[in-house]
């Protein structure tokens, strides 16, 4: 029934009245003519629907019928477009809608890159251009299977990727390779060196026969732990040995703070430039050119998002500083700091588990250099496993 | 078989005349040849020899064609006059 009122209303039809004469007799002249009518309405307000194209047919009925019909409402999309047919211009922009909502239909939107946690999403997407996948290229031109099998050549750290069409945006979901944790020597024969000179305050071995005892003091290179062990019967063994040496080391680093250098410095000029990107294509917003000169320039993308979903619409922001290179002098005070600054840097980085006991500091200048000199004393872990090599 | 039938029905040689009624509440005639009377209490329809005349109350013609018609209201009676 819904579909019948809807052709009826694509065909448009009429709504006429009766007047006079015998409705009766007209209506069975139009049904013997072939003519259909609908909601037809009885004698006191005699009237009925018939097919916008069939209405002038109804004339000659009607005279024979001795009636006079009039014309209550035209519905349909023929009397709409009749009644637009003034107003040019929403034709024309219906129809530019159609075309612009059918040829962006074709073309991709916006790229999506999902699932990267290492990976930056700006080198994806700059590979997946070079590959042919990017705002505004053609869907049915994308063959996303020989992409993905690019991709993954292109970057080594993706364990699986895929590309899937939703609509006009293109989601790229990536997985990255969980990093395979090294796998520690355990096999080989070896033996343990010192890997610094100290002295030794603990000893702890898991494998081999030891060399040295609590409070020796050993050298670089040293033999602390020997991979041969000797059985009561005179036979040896080979094995694999292990064992921590916690030795009182001695660690000395110098740190060189240049008092006379060249800094760049704001000049206080900044100029800000915007742009609007759409289907990869950038729009000026801001009439400012590029600065000439030193500059330093930052660019901020804000992408648009309607509901969730990303819009081929980005907006583009870039901020100029214009900068000067300027010589400073630092004070000494100043030069201690960023030292010590260093320093802290540096004890950082130490083997893991090194206890620093103490430490001593002394500074020089040596031509417009401070050097700051820091001895310090540390307690850690001094075993370094070193292969034997057995000709067989 | 519409066609068969008006042409039988012009000839004067009897129709075979399909009457369906959906309760009291609609009637849909298949072997129509025409409108005699209609109003909100009555309609009269010829079917070949028969006079068919329905009463009751709302009473609508909701679609008219060569050989069909559907009633529609709330139905009294139904009269077949020769």
Redesign the interface.
């Known amino acids: 029934m819904f579909s019948l009122q809807i052709t009826r209303w694509i065909l448009g039809y009429v709504r006429f009245s009766v007047i006079g004469g015998s ?2 007799r007209f ?2 002249y ?5 003519i ?9 307000d ?1 009237g ?1 629907c018939v097919s916008a194209g069939l209405y002038r047919n109804l004339r000659f009925m009607a005279r024979k019928a001795g009636c006079r019909l009039r014309v209550r409402e035209r519905r349909g999309v023929p009397f709409l477009l009749r009644r637009t047919r003034t107003h040019r211009g929403i034709v024309f922009g219906t129809a530019a809608f159609t075309v612009i909502l059918i040829l962006l239909s074709l073309h991709v939107w916006c790229i999506d890159v999902t699932g990267n946690t290492t990976l930056d999403s700006r080198a994806v997407l700059s590979a997946l251009t070079e590959n042919g996948l990017y705002p505004g290229a053609r869907i049915s031109d994308v063959d996303t299977k020989r992409i993905e099998q690019k991709l993954i050549l292109m970057f080594p750290k993706i364990r699986w990727m895929t590309i899937n069409t939703q609509g006009c945006t293109m989601q790229v979901c990536i997985q990255e390779k969980t990093e395979r944790p090294e796998i520690e020597q355990e096999s080989g024969v070896c033996n343990v060196k010192a890997a610094s000179t100290g002295q030794i305050v603990a000893i702890r071995i898991f494998s081999g026969t030891a060399q040295v005892k609590k409070g020796d003091a050993v050298v670089e290179g040293q033999l602390l732990v020997s991979g041969v062990v000797e059985d009561e019967f005179g036979g040896s063994t080979f094995v694999h040995a292990k064992a921590e040496i916690i030795a009182e080391t001695s660690r000395s680093c110098e740190f060189r703070i240049p008092l006379r250098r060249s800094v760049r410095q704001s000049t206080g000029f900044t100029a800000v430039r915007r742009s609007l990107r759409l289907f990869g294509a950038n729009i000026p917003l801001t009439l400012t050119g590029k600065p000439k000169g030193d500059c330093d320039v930052s660019g901020t993308q804000t992408d648009v998002r309607l509901f969730g979903t990303l819009l081929p619409v980005s907006l583009y922001e870039e901020d100029w500083t214009g900068m000067r290179t300027v010589p400073v002098t630092v004070t000494r005070q100043q030069a201690v700091a960023e030292a010590k600054k260093d320093l802290a840097e540096y004890e950082k980085n130490l083997p893991q588990g090194t206890k620093i006991l103490s430490s001593s500091a002394s500074d020089r200048t040596e031509k417009e250099t401070l050097i700051y000199s820091v001895t310090l004393k540390c307690e850690e872990n001094i075993a370094k496993e070193s292969e034997i090599l057995i000709k067989s | 078989m519409g066609n068969k039938n008006n042409l039988l029905a012009r000839a004067g040689l009897g129709m075979p005349t399909h009457m369906e009624i959906n309760g009291n509440t609609e009637a849909v005639v298949d072997g129509c040849s025409g409108v005699l009377e209609y109003d909100s209490d009555v309609v009269r329809i010829r079917t070949g020899k028969l006079v068919v005349r329905f009463t009751g109350r709302g009473l609508t013609i909701k679609c008219l064609t060569a050989e069909s018609l559907v009633v529609t209201g709330f139905f009294t009676g139904i009269e077949f006059l020769v």
Do not use: D, K, T, V
């Open positions: 409705p009766e209506f069975s139009c049904a013997r003519s072939g259909i009518l609908w909601n037809i309405s009885s004698r006191s005699s009925a």
